[in-house]
């Protein structure tokens, strides 16, 4: 399991030069040339769509390129698929990690190369040995080994992953967007062992959209845009401004702060809600108002809402919509209620993958969108056009299918639809996960908007610094417990921690 | 880069031409089923010219119409992602209801056909209970009222033809009358194939059959209320089937519990893969299927005309679903890897 190391030479461990990628009319990547150094984190930004996840699955076999080549320790190397790369020593941590869904976690870790005697393995010999690994790691307790695929997190989805590409030689590991899914306490162990993984000699490549990030993790750090490699920094001798300059191409306007509402009646309320995941929680938000839902990952957050939208049960308590009991027996009844809902994987929950942005926007309001039934077309392109525009998804067209887009365009067709669909509580479960910081600054300015109509908004999210600038009060989980609820005044960093972890400090592993 | 407000072409996945972009646009699945279908006909045409007599064509035409009828009513089923292979049953069992209430009601056309679609209404809800609040598989729970179907019918005729519909003018006109020289057959053919069409393209009704298919988990939460979507789905395919076998009934001249339907399922899920429905759903279209009825239709008929043994055109039906769904696979840039969706 540990890695084994190439012997430090000077050049490069991964070169790539003058690399092109098109698909279609869609300029990919386009003359890039990058080295990616041993015992070193590269940095990789960009905004949604400008080629990163494009450069990775070259470098990791799974695309071919148009133009250019790959030196790997200096020799040219042509991957023909993801297996021929990770023979070689180069892997990626995917932004969406593929698990199977019926096999345990230490099945899913060793798939393809398990440690067998003849044709025979051993399961507990299999789960022992992952068990050893997530010590090693740093992450020992985060997940059972015996644990089925399909009960994980993100968070432990991501950490399988990464176990999987620790069970071989390693030479160059890219990681595409691994903190989107995870705490900040996992986001801690997540660096510590980047930074073991580096000091050992491994070529590191990171992508992420997290500004703080990478500045705390990265030596260098390159910025694409619309496909073109814009430069390469030192991480210490640049900062925000610069880097994001380079990404957009432009100043941003300063850091988003909300305007104030006054909030009005309150038009969501939870009274001592119970379900299988949370226990007994009560609170409301008003219209115009923006609650935040902080907490670790596995607090019960995502499972609340989907309980208050009619998508798992509800054992006691009640919930109001303006005043009155909703008793749901499925989304679609609180839909029609008025309640929205963004859930948080966008591709399993929220996405028609081979259908076109236009069906995908449109989904949720094809009902206002018909006369006796009959879609009204050319409404619908208008309507699908303009928050299409307003959120700026970058494709060729509205026709476009959604599996073509990169990760964070397809987070903001989920958005574009509910914002079609103006509903009169909206709940955003990590609304900006994998959008680039214009995009973040466009979405945050639209749930202020929002909630200036008078759109009552609760936003689930893990990233603190989002919560506390978007929210007028922070309800924080454990748990499934409420373990306390500020006002955005009194709400610090500090204290929302503290809440979140009152009383544990490890989060919990295979919660279901 | 561009923004969405720009109309290009939609990106097309890699190593595709600008050729085969230009098709993509206008449906490459039915362009290729054409270009079989003429290949067929000239073939077949070239060797023997009786191919394109009106009694020849009329005779395809008709000799489609029911099993086409179950293909489009399948066609639904298989966008929503699920599967009907009751409904050669159902036609059944409507045959002999439609014989059977016509004769019980002394010589009522209309109330035997009315019969006969609301009993096929029945059995598409029971299947469409069973597999929403009994949570059975698509596939299973229609195998077992496959059966079940075609048992109640065999009970309630003892097994044997029923009633005799052939001197009654409505039968009459629905197996061998003609509107503006068209058999009635077709029309029928035609009038539901074209009301799926408006229900699937242009409804919003149809329109969230296909997003249930291609995600029932993003549907639901999209506010879809996907239960009432299987129960009505599988209801109309239910109707559909009994209206074939309303026409198993006219062309035979009484009520048929089996022949004339049975294996009609299989036909219907043919036409269905072979005009581009895909099976794990969400994809798939009325023309497509309809094209590949006409096919199938066209392939029996030359063969027979040709004189080419009949077990060689079951092979030849078989080769061609085969080759079809090879050529989508590759089409859509399906990895080779593993059991494919
Ligand atoms: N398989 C594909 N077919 C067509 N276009 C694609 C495909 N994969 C990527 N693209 C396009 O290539 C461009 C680059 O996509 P890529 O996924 O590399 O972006 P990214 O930088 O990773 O963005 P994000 O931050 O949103 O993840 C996008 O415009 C995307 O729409
Ligand atoms: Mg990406």
Redesign the interface.
């Known amino acids: 399991m540990t890695p084994t190391m190439t012997p430090a030479t000077s050049g490069p461990a991964l070169r790539v030069e003058g690399l092109g990628k098109?698909?279609?009319?869609?300029?990919a990547l386009d003359g890039v040339t990058l080295d990616i150094r041993p015992g070193e984190v590269l940095a990789l930004m960009g905004e949604n769509?400008a080629g990163k996840s494009t450069l990775l699955k070259i470098i990791t076999g799974d695309?071919?390129p148009d133009d250019g080549r790959l030196l790997l320790g200096g020799q040219e190397v042509s991957f023909g698929s993801p297996a021929d790369a990770r023979r070689a020593g180069v892997r990626v941590i995917a932004q969406e990690p593929e698990i199977i869904p019926h096999v345990s976690v230490a099945e899913n870790v060793y798939v393809g190369a398990l440690p067998a005697r003849g044709r025979l393995f051993s399961h507990r010999a299999l789960s022992e040995r992952t068990r050893a690994d997530l010590e090693r790691l740093g992450f020992a307790g985060a997940m059972d080994p015996g644990c089925p695929g399909e009960r994980l997190s993100p968070a432990q989805r991501q950490l399988v992953e990464i176990l999987r590409a620790l069970t071989g030689e390693v030479r160059v590991l890219a990681f595409d967007e691994p903190t989107s899914s995870l705490s900040d306490h996992e986001v801690s162990a997540l660096f510590a062992l980047i930074r073991r993984l580096r000091d050992q000699g491994v070529a590191i490549v990171y992508v992420s959209h997290r500004m703080q990030e990478i500045l705390r993790l990265a030596d260098r750090v390159a910025v694409l845009r619309?496909?073109r490699l814009v430069g390469v920094r030192p991480a210490a001798e640049t900062g925000e401004d610069e880097l994001v300059r380079m990404m957009v191409g432009r100043d941003l306007s300063a850091m988003f702060q909300r305007e104030r509402n006054r909030p009005g009646g309150p038009v969501l309320a939870l009274n001592g809600v119970t379900t299988d995941d949370v226990t007994d929680v009560s609170f409301e938000v008003r219209a115009g108002e923006v609650v935040g839902l902080a907490g670790l990952v596995g607090a019960g957050r995502s499972e609340l809402a989907r309980a208050v939208?009619g998508?798992l049960p509800i054992r006691s308590g009640e919930v109001l919509l303006e005043g009155r009991r909703l008793r749901p027996r499925?989304?679609?009844d609180?839909?029609?209620a008025g309640i929205g809902?963004a859930?948080e994987e966008r591709k399993?929950?929220?996405?028609?993958?081979?259908?076109?942005?236009r069906?995908n926007v449109?989904?949720?309001v094809?009902?206002r969108?018909?006369r006796f039934?009959?879609?009204r077309r050319a409404a619908e392109r208008a309507l699908v056009?303009e928050y299409?525009?307003r959120l700026?998804?970058?494709?060729?067209?509205?026709?476009?299918?959604v599996r073509?887009l990169s990760g964070g365009n397809q987070q903001k067709v989920v958005l574009a639809?509910w914002l079609a669909r103006k509903p009169k509580v909206l709940i955003l479960d990590e609304p900006t996960r994998g959008v680039d910081v214009g995009a973040k600054a466009e979405i945050y300015s639209i749930i202020d908007r929002l909630a200036a109509d008078g759109v009552a908004v609760l936003v689930i999210s893990s990233e603190l610094p989002e919560v506390l600038g978007l929210a007028d009060r922070i309800v924080v989980m454990q748990n499934g417990r409420v373990t306390g609820e500020l006002d955005r005044r009194q709400a610090g960093e500090e204290q929302v921690l503290a809440l979140a972890m009152a009383d544990q400090i490890t989060s919990e592993g295979a919660r279901q | 880069m561009s923004q969405t407000r720009v109309e290009a072409p939609a990106a097309a996945p890699e190593g595709r031409s600008a050729m085969r972009r230009a098709l993509d646009g206008a449906g490459v699945q039915n362009i290729s089923l054409l270009i079989a279908l003429v290949l067929l006909v000239a073939l077949i045409g070239a060797r023997e010219p009786v191919f394109f007599g009106a009694a020849n064509l009329k005779t395809i035409g008709t000799a489609v119409a029911i099993s086409g009828l179950l293909a489009i009513g399948q066609t639904m089923v298989i966008i929503l992602g699920a599967l009907d292979i009751s409904v050669g049953s159902v036609a059944g069992l409507a045959s002999v209801a439609s014989a059977m209430i016509f004769t019980a009601t002394t010589g009522s056309a209309p109330l035997g056909i009315l019969g006969a679609l609301v009993i096929g209404a029945l059995c598409g809800l029971v299947n469409g209970c069973v597999i929403v609040y009994g949570r059975v598989n698509p596939v299973i729970a229609t195998l077992a009222t496959l059966a079940a179907f075609k048992g109640v019918a065999q009970l309630v005729s003892n097994g044997r033809a029923q009633g005799y519909t052939g001197s009654d003018p409505v039968f009459v006109f629905l197996a061998r009358g003609a509107v503006a020289g068209i058999p009635t057959l077709i029309w029928v053919l035609i009038i539901v194939a074209l009301a799926v069409h408006v229900l699937l393209k242009y409804t919003d009704i149809g329109r969230n059959i296909y997003a249930i298919g291609g995600n029932d988990v993003a549907a639901r939460l999209a506010g879809i209320n996907i239960n009432r979507y299987i129960l009505g789905v599988y209801l109309a395919t239910g109707v559909i089937a009994a209206l074939g076998g309303v026409l198993i009934t006219a062309r035979t001249g009484s009520g048929q519990p089996i022949s004339g339907s049975e294996g009609l399922e299989l036909e219907a899920i043919t036409a269905a893969a072979l005009g581009g429905c895909a099976m794990r759903g969400g994809k798939g279209a009325v023309s497509g299927t309809l094209l590949a009825v006409v096919l199938l239709g066209v392939l029996t008929n030359g063969m027979t005309l040709l004189g080419i043994n009949p077990f060689w055109q079951n092979v030849a039906k078989g080769l061609l679903l085969v080759v079809a769904v090879v050529i989508q696979q590759v089409r859509s840039g399906e990895r080779r890897v593993g059991l494919p969706a």
């Open positions: 098109r698909f279609g009319a869609v300029r769509g695309h071919r619309d496909g939208v998508d499925s989304p679609s609180t839909v029609r809902f859930p399993a929950q929220a996405l028609l993958l081979h259908r076109s942005i069906d449109s989904l949720a094809l009902d969108l018909s039934h009959l879609v056009r299409a525009d700026r998804v970058k494709a060729p067209s509205v026709e476009t299918e073509r639809r």
